[in-house]
């Protein structure tokens, strides 16, 4: 196939793209859509290769797939496992765990489906993620799986078959992400639109089909025509195409669909009408453009690891400038290295050699097995580095990582004095400051059944010598059906625990307490927007000191539906019944700090309106009855009980909350300020 020196200065421009967004250059948010230049570039260029081979009788499927091997693998072999040995010396063994699992996965291009579950590319973490950018591969490959056997299988009908069944799959796989951005609240499902091949494949089809379409004999008597018309488009399109693809770079701050069309727009209107005769042409065949565009592979694969195990050991989330560019300069030196000595030799040796080819399959992937191994061995938990981290930095970004674990871990390794603690699920998450009294910690952990509130408030209470304890009561609690099983991550501490309250022994409530720093909040929070994470965390960080923020599935929303009551109304009340047991637990729990000196308060965290409009719709009111008998119950035996599940009674507005279960910080506080003089719910 005909070299174009125009794709490898689009190339180039794709890969620089990605390396300075990965560097946290402020002045290309958009970095990040070089990838999906790539995408288009890698289905035009194969698609062309294909068809010219199917073209000459040369096209061979084994021979498509030995000559991928050859391309990708001997150099994502040289950086994974280059990427493992240089962690293994520099990072602390803790932190292989993920880069152990991820590079397996990466292995056999399946990282994609990895880091769908465990990292946010929008997140803070995700520049901590040593193998993170190998999800592009991944899709690439999935994509080329099958993509072979389709185009032999169409054009056994006609060419133009082939064309529309791919522009059908491209309106599919183009509404498919669309669905997933706009029409989706699960986290995991709109990182599927990012992250999976079923929603991003539209991209590497548009490359595709624009292979199927282009007629080089019309392209080639279009720029050597005189006609006026065509001699100020041969200079106007491809400018339009350039301002297509270098505006999203320079303003898209966040995943955008919108931004993807206009990229992938002007990649096509570049590698269709761009030509060494016009300006633009001349500009992307530029000799270091398009050197880039040469080393554009290797290059990607090194400059991640690079900068996230400098992040690891320097502990910097965004090193300044003149550190990012030396960081940059090496990428491009050992990229250079291992496609002058690495990728070039190794193509020209084996891309016809069909079994040396898969012999360097299997070698590659015995061995990154065998090595993640030895790693993994030395690895003791993402949850508990994450904790040690919190202790001496300022606020730690995360996603994807048990909260149960997490806590636990994090309340071993403090030594804190605080006046109170909060302990509950997300819907008491959000409250950031205490009030009632001075410093606090949140150890809120999402869906928290009646065993977390054992495991963790009194560990919470023992490791900060807190006064007081809030603990948030959902009616999920009292359900004897509620079948709240993620404490059980946590069961060691939970035995641990309910064995201290049982046999009464001492809490060591020493008197650290007369030396606090009023001007300073502990705050662990684990359920913040993903749609302004680290706005939202560093809002708070101003506020609180020291903080956790994981990704989370609140969505702020301004309207609700009753499908929407409906789920948060059956989380709590599906099945209910009332449980005797759980209710004894919490007493006892209760007991046991009072006992201790320590003042407990339950807290009724408000809902939307529109669930106990749904509560009473289906009968009984049952929000309601379960309100009035905690409180009934709590009162019975000397336990405060503050707030209500009714918004109306708190006072809170319904602009103040998340969604229909989850509260802002506002409302939660005005539920800890209601009942401060009166601790008897009276119906009102």
């Known amino acids: 196939m005909q070299h174009i020196k125009e794709i490898d200065g689009l190339r180039g421009l794709a890969v620089l793209s990605v390396v300075f967004y990965h560097a946290d250059f402020r002045w290309l948010p958009g970095g990040y ?61 803790q932190y292989l765990g993920p880069l152990a699992d991820s590079s397996r996965y990466a292995a056999f291009f399946l990282s994609n489906l990895y880091f769908l579950f465990f990292v946010d590319y929008f997140s803070p973490s995700a520049d901590f993620s040593i193998l993170g950018h190998t999800w592009s591969l991944a899709v690439e490959e999935q994509f080329y799986l099958v993509y072979p056997w389709l185009i032999l299988l169409l054009l056994r009908v006609t060419k133009k078959t082939v064309w529309i069944t791919l522009f059908s799959l491209t309106l599919l796989s183009f509404a498919l992400q669309l669905f997933l951005i706009h029409f989706q609240t699960s986290v995991t499902l709109k990182n599927s639109a990012f992250y999976l091949l079923p929603a991003r494949a539209w991209e590497i089809l548009c490359g595709a089909m624009l292979a199927l379409s282009i007629n080089q004999k019309s392209r080639q008597s279009y720029y050597q025509s005189n006609n006026l018309v065509h001699k100020i488009c041969r200079e106007a399109v491809p400018i339009i195409g350039l301002f297509c693809v270098l505006l999203p770079l320079l303003v898209a701050k966040q995943s955008n669909i919108f931004y993807q069309v206009i990229t992938v727009s002007g990649c096509l209107l570049l590698i269709s009408f761009s030509n060494h005769r016009c300006f633009v042409g001349r500009l992307l065949g530029f000799s270091l453009l398009g050197f880039f565009g040469l080393i554009s592979y290797c290059l990607y694969l090194w400059h991640q690891p690079i900068f996230a195990i400098y992040r690891f050991v320097y502990l910097d989330d965004s090193p300044d400038s003149g550190i990012a560019l030396l960081l940059i300069a090496l990428s491009i030196a050992l990229s250079i290295f291992t496609f002058r000595l690495i990728e070039i030799p190794m193509r020209k040796r084996y891309r016809d050699n069909k079994r040396g080819g898969f012999v360097l399959l299997f070698v590659f992937l015995a061995s990154v097995w065998g090595i993640t191994g030895f790693v993994k061995q030395e690895t003791i938990g993402h949850e508990h580095v994450l904790a040690a981290e919190l202790t001496k930095s300022e606020a730690v970004y995360f996603d994807h990582v048990d909260d149960r674990t997490f806590m636990v871990s994090w309340l071993n390794q403090i030594d804190l004095s605080v006046e109170s603690v909060v302990m509950g699920s997300s819907r008491i998450m959000n409250l950031d400051t205490n009030p009632i009294t001075g410093e606090m910690i949140n150890n809120s952990v999402k869906g928290a059944s009646v065993e977390d509130l054992i495991a963790i408030s009194p560990l919470a209470v023992l490791q900060t010598d807190a006064r007081q304890v809030f603990l948030g009561i959902d009616p999920w609690l009292m359900n004897n059906n509620a079948r709240q099983n993620r404490w059980e991550s946590i069961v060691d501490q939970f035995n641990r625990s309910l064995g201290a309250i049982t046999n009464e022994s001492e809490l060591d409530v020493s008197s650290k307490n007369e030396h606090l720093d009023h001007d300073i909040h502990y705050f662990c929070m684990v359920n913040a927007s993903t749609d302004s994470l680290e706005i939202e965390a560093r809002n708070k960080l101003s506020k609180n000191g020291r903080l956790i923020v994981s990704g989370g599935s609140q969505q702020p929303r301004n309207r609700f539906t009753n499908h929407q009551a409906k789920g948060a109304y059956e989380y709590a009340f599906r099945d209910f019944e009332w449980s005797s047991s759980n209710f004894a637990r919490l007493l006892l729990l209760s007991r046991y700090f009072l006992t201790n000196g320590v003042d407990v308060a339950w807290i009724l965290t408000p809902y939307h309106p529109v669930v106990a409009g749904y509560s009473k719709s289906v009968g009984g009111d049952l929000l309601g009855m379960v309100e009035r008998r905690i409180t009934a119950e709590a009162n019975s035996h000397g336990i405060s009980v503050l707030g209500s599940y009714s918004n109306k009674r708190v006072g809170c507005a319904e602009t103040e909350f998340y969604d229909v279960a989850h509260p802002h910080s506002d409302c939660i506080k005005k539920a800890l300020s209601t009942r401060l003089s009166d601790k008897t719910l009276t119906d009102q």
């Open 33 to 93: 859509l070089g990838v999906d230049i790539f995408f288009v570039i890698s289905g035009f260029l194969i698609t062309k290769l294909i068809l010219e081979q199917i073209k000459s009788d040369s096209f061979s499927v084994v021979e498509f797939y030995v000559r991928r091997v050859v391309r990708l693998i001997p150099a994502l072999f040289l950086v994974i496992v280059s990427s493992l040995l240089l962690s293994s010396l520099l990072v602390p063994s």
